[in-house]
């Protein structure tokens, strides 16, 4: 059973592009939780998804970034016109749902690690 | 809102020792509480949760943490540390009161097990 999938592992920017990054979760899971981790920080939660539904975006600023988690295929996180303060780790995490699910433990990827230049 | 505290930056202990990583928390309703473990350039490993029940948690590798309602802990313990231990230590915590709820991490502990 392969654990939560992340790619790419490293992503370069420059100032003003786009980065997309995505995240399949383990299988059977169907709620996916997007983190952000800056240098020697802990982690920030950005956004709770479960299939084709945001439940939780209060920690996602309100401008140039977005997430999706559609029906088929991987979740996405998506910053429009990356600034250099964007660098960071970003963790996907997912877990079971469960009638008590939110307090089921969250199963981590590698991260992606972003570099705006 | 809920918060995490993690009072050590980093914690060195010899291998074969006892070690300790200190966590508190604050949440307004029932405490959720974690501990995650992060090696270099790897996401984080799940060691343990707290939900209800004995205040003595186990988990992984040989370890355990203490829920102390009180003085709103939730330590990381480990009777004897191994080299292999070293890594960054993240507490969390939800508050399980207040229905769909984040993680909140602390920002974590760097721990040194030397031989």
């Known amino acids: 059973n392969a654990g939560v999938m992340q790619n790419p592992r490293h992503l370069v920017r420059r100032r003003g592009q786009e980065a997309r990054l995505r995240c399949s979760p383990m299988k059977g899971h169907s709620h996916v939780y997007w983190y952000r981790q800056l240098p020697e920080e802990g982690l920030k939660f950005m956004v709770y998804?479960?299939?084709?539904?945001?439940?939780?975006e209060s920690g996602m600023p309100k401008e140039r970034f977005s997430a999706e988690f559609p029906k088929e295929g991987p979740s996405i996180l998506r910053i429009q016109q990356v600034v250099r303060g964007d660098s960071a780790a970003y963790f996907c995490?997912?877990?079971?749902?469960?009638?008590?699910?939110?307090?089921?433990?969250?199963?981590f990827g590698p991260g992606t690690r972003l570099t705006v230049l | 809102a809920q918060s995490v505290a993690q009072p050590e930056d980093q914690v060195n202990v010899a291998e074969g020792n006892p070690l300790t990583v200190k966590c508190t928390y604050s949440v307004s309703g029932n405490p959720y509480l974690f501990w995650y473990v992060q090696y270099p350039n790897r996401g984080l490993q799940f060691l343990l949760k707290y939900i209800t029940g004995d205040n003595l948690v186990k988990g992984s590798y040989g370890f355990e943490a203490e829920f102390n309602k009180s003085q709103t802990s939730f330590h990381l313990k480990k009777p004897s540390a191994l080299v292999s231990d070293s890594a960054l230590y993240f507490c969390?915590?939800?508050?399980?009161?207040?229905?769909?709820?984040?993680?909140?991490f602390g920002k974590g502990t760097r721990l040194s097990v030397i031989a």
């Open positions: 998804l479960q299939k084709e539904n945001i439940i939780d």
């Open positions: 969390a915590v939800r508050d399980g009161g207040s229905g769909n709820t984040p993680l909140v």
């Open positions: 995490a997912s877990s079971h749902a469960g009638r008590e699910d939110y307090y089921n433990e969250q199963f």
